[in-house]
């Protein structure tokens, strides 16, 4: 892998079944380099997600790969996940880094703003997501512009990631001024997900 090529980070399906999404994810981490995994599930149900966080990180951990959970913090220490992903800015990473300690992943997603996004940095987090980069109806559709990527690659030091409706367009396009692609639907939607991947990674260049 080109060493200036972003990383891929993948979010899961917001709803699976762990056995059966469990090897599909093997399969994808055996065939490409993966950097990050966001256990991202939309259920509220405890369980469940405990269930999914145990299937995933047996699966990741034995293919060196970081395992994040989306907004559940109280569960990382229980089930031995590497961190927590936020969706709210700068909101909570303080308190979430006090909680896991500096050896922690914590990030968060800040939408298409500058100010949050730098507000997210000095609170801590490892990373800053923006997005969505691509056209989407979902949320209020409001798109993270390349300028955004651009200026944050030039002068902010914490790792950017881009995310959101992405393509391979968009992928080539923004590939310079990203340093990690966060990708879920765009690939778990097709019947090979390996194979989906691999196109977007060859987007880039």
Not at 27 to 39: G, N, T
Not at 85 to 104: E, M, N, P, S
Not at 175 to 200: H, M, Q, Y
Request: aromatic share 6%.
């Amino acid at each position: 892998m080109a060493e200036d090529r972003p990383q891929i980070y993948l979010i899961t399906p917001p709803a699976f079944d762990a056995a059966e999404f469990a090897p599909k994810l093997a399969s994808v981490l055996d065939a490409h380099e993966v950097a990050c995994i966001r256990l991202a599930l939309a259920s509220r149900d405890e369980y469940e997600i405990g269930r999914a966080a145990d299937a995933l990180r047996e699966v990741s951990h034995a293919r060196d790969v970081a395992l994040v959970i989306e907004t559940h913090l109280g569960l990382v220490e229980r089930h031995g996940l590497d961190g927590v992903h936020f969706t709210d800015g700068a909101r909570q990473i303080r308190a979430a880094r006090k909680a896991l300690g500096q050896d922690a992943i914590v990030g968060s997603h800040c939408g298409a703003s500058r100010h949050e996004g730098m507000n997210a940095g000095e609170a801590g987090a490892d990373y800053v997501c923006f997005g969505p980069v691509g056209e989407t109806t979902l949320g209020t559709g409001t798109r993270a512009e390349h300028d955004l990527f651009q200026w944050w690659s030039e002068m902010i030091e914490v790792p950017v990631v881009a995310e959101g409706a992405l393509n391979e367009a968009l992928i080539a396009e923004f590939a310079p001024v990203t340093d990690w692609f966060a990708l879920g639907e765009e690939i778990w939607r097709e019947e090979n997900p390996s194979g989906a991947l691999g196109r977007l990674i060859a987007a880039m260049g």
